[in-house]
């Protein structure tokens, strides 16, 4: 649409007089809203409606003045009485005023109701998403809660070690599956470029089996992790390793050790 165009064709003058059908004014009506530059012309007209009628307003003529101009004198009665203005033209241009101004109210209102909608809308979607991932958290908590409840499981508690004496985690055993559930809530978040890493090891002689890295340590909530553990192991122990992990654990970084009791 050629915006220049459409506002040089004086349509929109036509529009703020009131001289258009229904159906002109509808689409006139439909283009201020998809155009900001059509919506403010029709602004600046209504706003030079306003000072023409204000500028020909008949307390704005000064007769003293006219009968000057005109050579008259005081001594010569004359009726100089302005003709009565045409009021039928004001009130036409006035209504149009506030025609255009019950428009700009009716595009704000609806601007703001589209605003509340949408917003009542991303409300929704939110809720909805929480509701969802309050029942995935809730099935998951019931699903470990039935794992380490089960009476074949076997619960390994790993104590802080030498300067990390202050931490500890647990591990759930279900040999049936060769799975460990790792409760590491009294471990620290790894600092930046570390990772723990999880290993089983057999005693006699001392083997140590990695288990893999927990690299969404510092981002989960639970601070719960399953993995996988098809070893016979004697004992669990959790160390702090560069990323990518080691191959042998960094006994000055083994943060809690625990022994399987072997007890019947």
């Known amino acids: 649409m050629d915006i220049k165009a459409y506002i040089e064709s004086g349509i929109l003058e036509l529009y703020v007089a009131g001289q258009l059908s229904e159906q002109e004014n509808q689409d006139i009506y439909d283009l201020l809203h998809q155009h900001p530059e059509l ?8 706003s030079a409606v306003v000072k023409l009628t204000a500028a ?3 307390h704005a003529i000064d007769f003293d003045s006219f009968k000057g101009k005109l050579g008259l004198t005081d001594t010569k009665v004359v009726d100089l009485k ?3 203005p045409n009021w039928m033209s004001y009130t036409g241009w006035a209504a149009s005023i506030l025609l255009a101004g019950g428009l700009l109210w009716t595009l704000n209102q609806k601007t703001e109701l589209e605003l509340q909608l949408q917003t009542a809308e991303t409300d929704k979607l939110y809720l909805e998403t929480q509701i969802e991932d309050a029942r995935t958290d809730l099935a998951a908590t019931k699903n470990l809660l039935d794992v380490i409840r089960d009476k074949d499981i076997i619960a390994v508690p790993l104590g802080g070690q030498g300067d990390y004496a202050t931490s500890f985690a647990k591990v759930y055993w279900n040999k049936a599956d060769n799975t460990i559930y790792v409760d590491a809530e009294g471990l620290p978040n790894a600092p930046q470029g570390k990772v ?3 290993w089983s090891l057999t005693l006699n002689p001392l083997t140590p089996t990695s288990l893999g890295t927990i690299d969404d340590f510092n981002t989960d909530d639970n601070k719960i992790f399953t993995i996988a ?3 016979e192991s004697q004992a669990f122990g959790i160390t702090l390793e560069p990323e990518g992990g080691s191959e042998s654990p960094t006994m ?3 943060y809690t050790l625990g022994v399987i009791d072997a007890t019947p």
């Open 39 to 46: 919506l403010q012309e029709v602004l600046e007209i209504e």
């Open 56 to 58: 020909v307003s008949p």
């Open 82 to 84: 302005p003709k009565k």
């Open 196 to 198: 723990w890493q999880v």
């Open 229 to 231: 553990n098809a070893n």
């Open 252 to 254: 000055d970084q083994l």
